[in-house]
Each structure stands twice: as C-alpha cells, then as structure tokens.
C-alpha cells in the first residue's frame, strides 16, 4: 500500500501536514478555554471577551483548513484507488491465455469494485485517520505536560490499555475481511451469469426465476456483510469502555491537582477536553489500525504471473511460415490424445482447411498456434522460430485469432473496430471492404459511430465474423485462424464470410470446419482431414 502513497509523495505529504494543522488547531481551542474560564473566576470582563474573540478565530480556521483537507484527501484517495485498479489490470493480463483465466470475469469485476472499496474504506482512508489520532494525540499530549508532568504520565498508561484491549479483535477482522471479499466475487460472478442469460430464461418463460437465484447468493453476503459490521463494533465498543474509564480518571486527577493547588482551576474544562481528545481517538485507533493491517492480505491476490512471457519476437516485416511437426495435444487428467500427431507445412498465403468430426482436435490445433496452449508435443515453428520461444504479444502481432461468435463491445462501431487505437476512416472503409462489410456499416444511421447494442446485437452471427475479420485486416495480421466460423450460417451467409479472407491473396488462412462447402473447396490451396 505504501507505494501508492509514494507515488503521490507531495499531495500525501500536504495531506498529512494539513491534518496535523487541524489537529493543532483542535488542541488551541482546548487550551484557550482554560484562558476563558479562569478570567471569569477573575471577573475580568475584557480579558474574557478578547478569549472569546480568539476562540472564534481560531474556530474559523480550523474550519476553513478542515474543508481544504477534505478536498485534497478526497483527490488522493481517488487516484489511490485508479492505480490501483489499473495496477490489478496490469496484473491479471500480464500472464498467458491461461493466467488470465484462473478466475471467472465475475471475479475480476469484483476485485476492481469490491475489493477497491474495501481497500479504500479500511486501507487508505485508515491512514489517515491513523495520521489524525497521532496529531490529535501528540498536541494534545504536548497540552497536558505543559499543565502538569503527572497528568501525561497518567495519560500514557491509559492509553496503553486503550489501544491494546480492540488489537485482540485484529485476526478477527481480517478474517471477516477475507470472507467478505470472497463472498462479493461469489456473488458478483453468479448475477452476472444470470443477467447474460435473461434471453434464454425468457424464451422459457421463467425469468421470474431470476428473483429466486439471486436471493440465496445475495443472502449470503448480506450475512458476511452482517458479521464483519458485527466484529468492527464490537472493536469499537471495547475501544469507547477503555475510553470512558480513562476520560473519567483524567478528569478525577485533575481534580486533586486543582485541589492541591499544582494548576489552575480553569484547567479543568481543558484537561477533560485534551482527555477526551487522547482517548476518544486512541478508542479507535484499535479498531482503526486493526481494519488497517487487514486489508494487506486482500493485496496479496492481486500478484502478476511469477515469470513473464518469452521474449523472442518475429521481425516487423517477416513473412510468416508455419511448420508442424508430430504435434498432439493431451489435456491435463485427460486419457486419451485431444489432437494426435500430425505434421503441416503451411507457406504464406496459403489457404489451408482443417476438417473432421467434432472432438479430433481442430479447435485445440488452433489454440495451440494462438498460443493459449503451450504444453503440447513436438515441433512448431512460426517464422522458423520455435512458437514457444515467441512472445505472445509479437505472434499475435502476426496471427488473429477469429472464434464462432466473436465478442463485440458495447459502443460504436468505429470503437468495435479501432479498439482504442488510430485508424482514418480510409483505413477502416479499405478493412470493412475487404471483410465484405463496408455496405451493411454504411446503411446504418450514423454510419461507423453507430452504436451497436448491449452484446452487439446489431450484427448476426456472420456479421460479427466480419467485423473480427476487418479488426485483422485494419493491424495487417498475416495469419487467421478461423474456428468452426460458418458452422452455424445457412450457406448463403456461409460462403460470404468465407469469400472475405478467401479472396485476400496475402493473408494465411487457416479454416477450421466439420463441413467444408463445396463451392469453396477449391479455393483452399490443401484440405486436411483429422481424424
């Protein structure tokens, strides 16, 4: 947590000074009210008024540097917490295809949420109460030594057992933090499964059922929400019953020292009021620091991969070659080979269909050349390197991966298409001609900045097949690696998406069917059979 901070050293830094300025502020006020209550036992009308006079101004201040502290805390927190979130981003894709998917999204989506607002909750907004309860503390402190040595001396011993008494609770909390986090990314992950699937509850007619299976899960953590509410008061409340004994012995040993004639009667009013300064913040300060060190093991889930990618590239201008030599494939636990051996020379340009039954290794051919699979036998080379000396990010510089039902975003087309990149407009109009899509994008209402609905349910399935197409064509990708992608087209709508990467005489194809049309057989320069 503390790099966040540093990151932000000079704000963090005029944060922490500004709070200690109202700290100061807080015990002046104290103090003065000594001044303000010995002049009335004066009867000393002037002086009582010109303490009246500094009270007040010492009020606005402190109000006026209260508010700036709020801000700039506020400000703080927030980029806190976008680097944080871009941190964990950073984290869950720095890793492989596998990596990614140790967790459901629903998971992710709750670090980036929940999590986030735990952390800012109990982490970084902790910190600063902790830099608050210590200025309080030490001005106040600071206030009593200068009335009396034997009142700081009875203060630190109180406060001892103040801070101690909340820190038996500590594993507790942490625990119930731990629980909470977990039942969040639970519940997180089963609405989302839920809501995406309305379209099929719907078509039942049981979408009432949705009440039904959101209750239980949101059941569930409304309780570990209950039981960690349920630990921080009771935290809390062992915190107050040390503070109340000690602000009444501070105020019992003030008495005899008045009596006793060692410090002025209007010391009263400001050593109770320094008392319960100390102790209503050292009553917290247990439950604070407690919720404060919990949250360090919530940090400890966000960790990157344990080693990086391989670092071997494909030269920006290599054309690339595929070569396959006795590969196969057995998934972990798995009796029997996914995809037995086989051996495939593949030359640039070259049409290249992949056909056979379901379940002879199509798909798993694919995304072991995706590189998504790494643990496969035998040889393959892309551009004469071994594939897994290559680094993810240059083979997918060369190689797109286009899947049955490829996700679209929700947004524009445009955004669909540049992903955050630059493209002009001739770019993607030359991209969209070339994946046979540019007609139907210029028939829509706003052309490109069309939006296209929750799941882009504006294109069909051989639209959205052309839309993946085109975002390869726009970042000159040499390799496609098409899976089962017309398989669920009538013919008609078939053979258009296959004519759109057919046609492109520079770009490698790999198509991957349980049916090849016969109309386009001939296209595909060889035809291998698995099987």
């Not at 039942?204 to 209750?215: A, Y």
Request: glycine share 8%; hydrophobic share 45%.
């Amino acid at each position: 947590m503390r790099r966040y901070f540093m990151h932000h050293m000079l704000l963090t830094l005029c944060v922490t000074l500004l709070i200690m300025g109202t700290s100061f502020l807080r015990v002046a006020v104290a103090l003065v009210n000594t001044y303000v209550l010995n002049s009335l036992v004066q009867r000393n009308v002037s002086l009582f008024l010109k303490f009246i006079i500094l009270n007040i101004t010492l009020y606005v201040v402190f109000s006026g540097v209260l508010l700036l502290t709020m801000y700039l805390e506020g400000v703080l927190m927030q980029k806190m917490s976008l680097d944080l979130r871009l941190d964990i981003t950073r984290n869950i894709t720095a890793g492989g295809y596998a990596f990614f998917h140790r967790y459901d999204t629903g998971t992710y989506g709750s670090w980036l949420t929940n999590d986030v607002n735990l952390i800012e909750t109990q982490g970084f907004d902790n910190f600063f109460n902790v830099v608050q309860i210590g200025s309080d503390t030490l001005f106040a402190s600071a206030a009593l030594l200068s009335f009396h040595w034997s009142l700081i001396a009875v203060a630190l011993f109180l406060a001892f057992l103040t801070i101690v008494l909340p820190q038996l609770g500590a594993k507790k909390m942490q625990r119930a933090n731990m629980n909470l986090t977990k039942g969040n990314e639970a519940f997180l992950e089963k609405v989302q499964s839920l809501l995406k699937g309305f379209d099929t509850l719907f078509a039942l007619n049981v979408q009432n059922k949705l009440v039904e299976q959101i209750k239980k899960p949101a059941q569930e953590l409304a309780g570990l929400k209950v039981r960690q509410n349920t630990t921080i008061a009771q935290l809390t409340m062992l915190g107050q019953l040390a503070s109340i004994v000690s602000q009444l012995a501070m105020i019992g040993w003030s008495g005899v020292l008045i009596l006793r004639n060692l410090i002025p009667i209007g010391a009263i009013l400001s050593t109770g009021s320094l008392a319960g300064t100390i102790f209503v913040n050292l009553a917290s300060f247990g439950p604070v620091l407690a919720q404060f060190k919990s949250v360090k093991p919530v940090f400890e889930k966000y960790v990157g991969p344990a080693g990086g990618e391989s670092h071997g590239t494909i030269g920006k201008d290599t054309s690339v070659d595929i070569a396959l030599q006795q590969v196969s494939y057995q998934y972990p636990g798995s009796a029997a080979p996914a995809l037995k051996p086989m051996s495939l020379v593949i030359t640039p340009g070259e049409k290249v269909a992949i056909v056979g039954p379901s379940g002879v290794g199509k798909s798993t051919l694919l995304n072991i050349l995706d590189g998504k699979l790494t643990g496969y036998q035998g040889n393959v080379l892309v551009a004469g390197k071994p594939l897994n000396s290559i680094a993810g990010n240059s083979l997918r510089d060369k190689v797109l991966y286009v899947d049955q039902m490829p996700y679209v975003f929700n947004g524009t087309v445009r955004e669909n298409l540049t992903m955050g990149d630059h493209f002009t407009d001739a770019e993607i109009h030359d991209a969209l001609t070339k994946a046979d899509l540019a007609e139907f994008v210029a028939n829509l209402p706003q052309g490109l900045d069309t939006p296209v609905g929750e799941d882009g349910r504006l294109f069909s399935g051989g639209q959205r097949q052309r839309l993946a197409i085109a975002r390869g064509v726009l970042r000159h990708r040499q390799v496609l690696l098409v899976d089962e992608g017309t398989s669920s087209l009538d013919e008609e709508s078939a053979l258009k998406v296959e004519d759109s990467f057919l046609k492109q005489k520079e770009l490698t194809v790999i198509f991957v069917t349980h049916q090849l049309h016969a109309a386009n057989e001939k296209q595909f320069n060889q035809v291998v059979t698995l099987g």
